[in-house]
T-cell receptor
Framework: AQSVAQPEDQVNVAEGNPLTVKCTYSVSGNPYLFWYVQYPNRGLQFLLKYITGDNLVKGSYGFEAEFNKSQTSFHLKKPSALVSDSALYFCAVRDITSGTYKYIFGTGTRLKVLA | DAGVIQSPRHEVTEMGQEVTLRCKPISGHDYLFWYRQTMMRGLELLIYFNNNVPIDDSGMPEDRFSAKMPNASFSTLKIQPSEPRDSAVYFC???????????????FGDGTRLSIL
């Protein structure tokens, strides 16, 4: 069965430092991988995706993610964190080869950037 | 460009009452998803539609929950009768079919915060 795991409930980082939010996945076939961000009282907003091609994908607000097939990971990164990056981050995956159009979302990681 | 629109944003009602949540997807999108978010269970997919037809409702928790999509621009999620454990934030999201094959993302509304007393 398809699944995605976010091993950290919360990540704390100082403003200006690099940040990493971890995600691992398990699918049969080729994964479509996504990162979303959720601010308080708002819906999830799309940040970036990996479909095929370069393993390093760039997205909104200076975020990027690295796809690693051998480690089945898709970690979200940013070189220099901002206080305004504090939010809840979700990793999601869909295995299109199964014919489903469902997204499987992780449990979310709360990022807190400290001034 | 209007996003996914949900109404109401907040709903407080007493248990046993009927609750109807509404969603207007992005124009041209032909997949529509209903999710529920709680602290305990995270984000759960309840049901999704393709071209107004329900495709997978395996996430609908009980018969008290029902969803309809009478046309491409409107969907409802109904709870009857409501119970306190239904309290959650309910999200609607939409996406393009062609986009799904190519990996286009879902676009979420800002949700309905439902409180059942």
């Amino acid at each position: 069965a398809q699944s995605v795991a976010q091993p950290e409930d919360q990540v704390n980082v100082a403003e200006g430092n690099p940040l990493t939010v971890k995600c691992t996945y398990s699918v049969s076939g080729n994964p479509y991988l996504f990162w979303y961000v959720q601010y308080p009282n708002r819906g999830l907003q799309f940040l970036l995706k990996y479909i095929t091609g370069d393993n390093l994908v760039k997205g909104s607000y200076g975020f990027e993610a690295e796809f690693n097939k051998s480690q089945t990971s898709f970690h979200l990164k940013k070189p220099s964190a901002l206080v305004s990056d504090s939010a809840l981050y979700f990793c999601a995956v869909r295995d299109i080869t199964s014919g489903t159009y469902k997204y499987i979302f992780g449990t979310g990681t709360r990022l807190k950037v400290l001034a | 460009d209007a996003g996914v629109i949900q109404s109401p944003r907040h709903e407080v009602t007493e248990m046993g009452q009927e609750v109807t949540l509404r969603c207007k997807p992005i124009s041209g999108h032909d997949y529509l998803f209903w999710y529920r978010q709680t602290m305990m269970r995270g984000l759960e997919l309840l049901i999704y539609f393709n071209n107004n037809v329900p495709i997978d409702d395996s996430g609908m928790p009980e018969d008290r929950f029902s969803a309809k999509m009478p046309n491409a621009s409107f969907s409802t999620l109904k709870i009857q009768p409501s119970e306190p454990r239904d309290s959650a934030v309910y999200f609607c999201a939409s996406s393009l079919q062609a986009g799904i094959i190519l990996g286009q993302p879902q676009h979420f509304g800002d949700g309905t915060r439902l409180s059942i007393l």
